[in-house]
């Protein structure tokens, strides 16, 4: 009742209409947490258990040859789920290093097929299927090229598809890079047509993406203040480990994939343990690293640079990967900009500095296309992880009544919840 | 069966085999900006290091496994999931459910675990009985006594041995020495009870070939469709690693529980 009179009483200070000031049930107040956990089951917006989706494949560069170590890489793959009807397509596109497979992408196409859209999900450009099937350079990490291989596959896949499907207009969405990528996709629509996109929705982007991926790499040195040292890391991941076999026992059914140690972690949340904000940085730092490194050394092996492995040498299907991977698990993403991304880009194009490359592939180089452009909305958190106050400012600014910003997620911690899928899905509804 | 069995060993042979050839290279290497040699240090263990000391072997029989769910598991999984009513399929996961029991209960009592061993019993008696068979999981529904999960390789950690060498399985996959040891174990008293069951029930003969890989085959089949691995969906280009480290430390774990 307390509580009843307080939220009446802030009602009529702050001048809200009572249902305006119902207050947002997304309780996990500690963005760490909140990206980690995200959102209990029961506070999930409910979708389809189990839906009806096509795994689709393209021959982008039919003439590439896919080097041995690739092998179980033969076409890009994507998925689509449609309905009989004629109704609105959706493209979604995943965040960093994350593929259609991953559960956040599960998550929309399920809730967007459930709202009664075709839904067709795109793997990130960092992730490994795209870089060797569908990246032009095969170095991601340049939003601009990233985003005109995400046009090329979608019209590759919009042609494969079309005469199967009844679509009346399409939209487009992604979260974390991905919803970066949506604006420069959008903006890239502009110009080709192929598709006219009436809606696009920007989840949690990354407003500049150089510094995003600074912030997610320092995240590790919050367990190793002296710098990336295996040593460090191997002692503290045994500590985790250590904990999570005590609460082993309550998982139910533990998946030996990259949502495991999320998964792991839910659990001890659940048990009403706080962790330590260091070890829960720690561990999206370590998740960041784990897509981070996979990238860097698939774009490696592919343009044959020689940051890791040796330029020129044939890594054959079978052989053994770990040290390459002890490696590039000590490269961050700066230093793959620094050393791999920005000297590639400047080879190929004379006379781009770093700033230009790091402006270009930030939402600033395109800030005036997306004050001025309606059908573009952003959906994001007061407490996002990957942005600065001036970035959170500057998305603020920008999108003005276009913004809808909550309290608390941290970095896409709340991306199921009810309400903001609720938000999503009436935006592309009305 | 049997026939079929070795034909596919031997392309799973002959496809190894093929995997071994040496890459030819064209031009002469260049050293990386990050090199192995420098960035690796031998004296030191990583967190994602494991005694695998018959890895080259191993990644090829990954390869296969990867290749035989592909084109020979997986499809047989899709078929049988299409052709049967979700409540059958999930009628003969408690049916073998219920028979692996054995397991759960003579590897609780070998470590001394009595509670998941009265569990255990408590469970088979019950679904065997009121659930038909073993057909419906009255247990975990009424009695909220959920399955336990132990084995021989459990039992052999649980007495100090380690995992001995990583091992990756024909496809059955992950593993190690000790584990594949266990498994083994836990198959012949498995088979015994089995074939104790058939002779007893008058459902045929122990020895009744056809009836014994029908049995193995459903219960291959039912297996694969509960299990939601993939090969090479994790995305990562080290999945080899990634899944080798994550079996380790998901038996470690299963040791001490």
Known sequence: MKRHVLVLIFAVIVGFSGTQAAAYDYKVDDPYAATIVGTPDVLEWKVPEKIDYELLGL??????????????????????????????????????????????????????????????????????????????????????????????????????????????????????????????????????????????????????????????????LEIMPNGYSPEVFDRWFDERIAKFGEIYRMMKHPQ?????????????????????????????????????????????????????????RVLGSADSLTDYFKVANRISFIDYFNDFLYPYSQSRNPGLTKEALIEGTSLRSIEPYLRNTPKIILMDNEDDLILTPEDLSFLKDVFGARAKIYPRGGHCGNMTFKDNVAHLINFFKN | MKRALCLMLLTAFIFLAGCG???????????????????????????????DPWEPMNRRIYIFN????????????????????VLVQKGITNFF?????????????????FVKAVNTFGRVAINTTVGLGGLIDVATINDGITREDEDFGQTLGFYGLGPGPYLVLPILGPSDLRDTTGLVVDSVVYSMMVGELIDLTGLGSPEDDILNYSLTAIYAIDKRSNEPFRYYKTGSAFEYDLIRKLFLIKRQFQIEN
């Open chain 1, 59 to 220: 021959k982008v560069f039919p003439d590439r040859p896919t080097p041995d170590v690739f092998w179980y890489q033969r076409e890009f793959l994507y998925t689509l789920s449609y309905q009989k009807q004629e109704a609105p397509l959706i493209f979604v596109i995943a965040g960093t290093g994350s593929s259609f497979y991953s559960s956040s992408m599960i998550f929309l196409q399920k809730a967007f097929w459930g709202a009664g859209f075709h839904v067709i999900c795109l793997s990130s450009p960092t992730q490994m299927n795209f870089i060797t099937m569908a990246s032009a350079t095969c170095v991601p990490g340049n939003i601009v090229e990233d985003s005109q291989d995400l046009y090329r596959v979608m019209n590759l896949a919009w042609q494969q598809v079309k005469n199967r499907i009844k679509v009346s207009e399409f939209y487009l969405t992604g979260y974390s890079l991905g919803g970066s990528q949506s604006a420069f996709v959008s903006k890239l629509d502009e110009e080709k047509r192929v598709f006219n996109f009436k809606k696009v929705c920007m989840i949690n982007p990354a407003v500049s993406l150089y510094t995003s991926a600074k912030i997610l790499d320092d995240m590790l």
């Open chain 2, 21 to 51: 050839t040496a890459p030819v290279r064209k031009e002469p290497e260049i050293p990386a900006k990050y090199p192995v040699s420098k960035y690796v240090k031998p004296d030191v263990t990583y967190a994602i290091d494991a005694y």
């Open chain 2, 97 to 113: 459910n219920n028979l692996t029991e054995v397991t759960n209960l003579t590897n609780s009592l070998l470590q001394f675990k």
């Open chain 2, 66 to 85: 990867a290749i035989f769910d592909n084109f020979v598991f997986l499809p047989v999984v899709q078929a049988y999931e299409f052709v049967l009513p």
């Open chain 1, 256 to 312: 030996l994939d990259h949502d495991f140690l999320y998964d792991a972690y839910r659990v001890l949340h659940k048990k009403g343990q706080t962790p330590r904000k260091e070890n829960m940085a720690g561990m999206i730092g370590t998740v960041f690293r784990l897509a981070s490194s996979t990238m860097i050394f698939t774009a490696d092996v592919m343009a044959n640079y020689g940051l890791i492995v040796p330029k020129n």
